[in-house]
């Protein structure tokens, strides 16, 4: 069984500042990576796919990086609306998410 | 614009049944896998079942493997579970959740707004 982490579990940052979350796999995924984000009492929404491909309607701030087992996602300018839960997915085989990091105002 | 719309959510005893839905809406239905994926509360995000496109194909969660049953109506545009033997463990707000392709991809791009399942006594 594959096993995500991700780190760090809370980024304290102000808006305009760059954010770098990372996620590991357990063992090598290739590129099977996807990146979304959750707000309280909403469903996730897909940022990325294939650990680098906005997915529709996704901002160029946000930017996917990685293969085989690290991967990060990149939001270049903190907005107001990108203070949220960010989910790495593995979608081989069996899907499964990381624990998630929160991105929270400093 | 895509939408999905869970229901069937409720309290349950352990070792009861539960039938959830998932009414789909703009696009074609008929040409994509459909999942359920399930958040315990204040917890994250586990994928629960998967069913291809024309619903020969079903997968299944190792947690819930032999107890829910996923299928689908692609006349009716619906994606259902049938949750049985429910234990305690199967509280979660349940998403229903379209795959990005044809095929079975796991990329999730359009989801419901979830459906809540509590099991207890």
């Known amino acids: 069984e594959i096993v995500l982490t991700q780190s760090p579990a809370t980024l304290s940052l102000s808006p305009g500042e760059r954010a770098t979350l990372s996620c590991r796999a357990s063992?090598?995924?290739?590129?099977?990576i996807a990146w979304y984000q959750q707000k309280p009492g909403q469903a996730p929404r897909l940022l990325i796919y294939?650990?680098?491909n906005r997915a529709t309607g996704i901002p160029a701030r946000f930017s996917g990086s990685g293969s085989g087992t690290d991967f990060t996602l990149t939001i270049s300018s903190l907005e107001p609306a990108d203070f949220a839960l960010y989910y790495c997915?593995?979608?081989?085989?069996?899907?499964?998410f990381g624990p998630g990091t929160t991105v929270d105002i400093k | 614009e895509v939408q999905l719309v869970e229901s069937g959510g409720a309290l349950a005893q352990p070792g009861g049944s539960l039938r959830l839905s998932c009414a789909a809406s703009?696009?074609?239905?008929?040409?994509?896998?459909m999942s359920w994926v399930r958040q315990a509360p204040g917890k994250g995000l586990e994928w629960v079942s998967a069913?291809?496109?024309?619903?020969?194909?079903?997968y299944y969660a190792d947690s819930v493997k032999g107890r829910f049953s996923i299928s689908r109506d692609n006349s009716k545009n619906t994606v259902s579970l049938q949750m049985d033997s429910l234990r305690a463990e199967d509280t979660a707000v349940y998403f229903c959740?379209?795959?990005?392709?044809?095929?079975?991809?796991?990329?999730?791009?359009?989801w419901g707004q979830g459906t809540l399942v509590a099991v207890s006594s």
């Open positions: 959740a379209k795959d990005s392709y044809g095929g079975i991809s796991y990329y999730f791009d359009s």
């Open positions: 703009g696009f074609t239905f008929n040409k994509y896998a």
């Open positions: 069913i291809s496109n024309s619903g020969g194909f079903t």
């Open positions: 063992q090598s995924v290739g590129s099977s």
């Open positions: 294939g650990a680098s």
């Open positions: 997915q593995l979608s081989a085989n069996w899907p499964t």
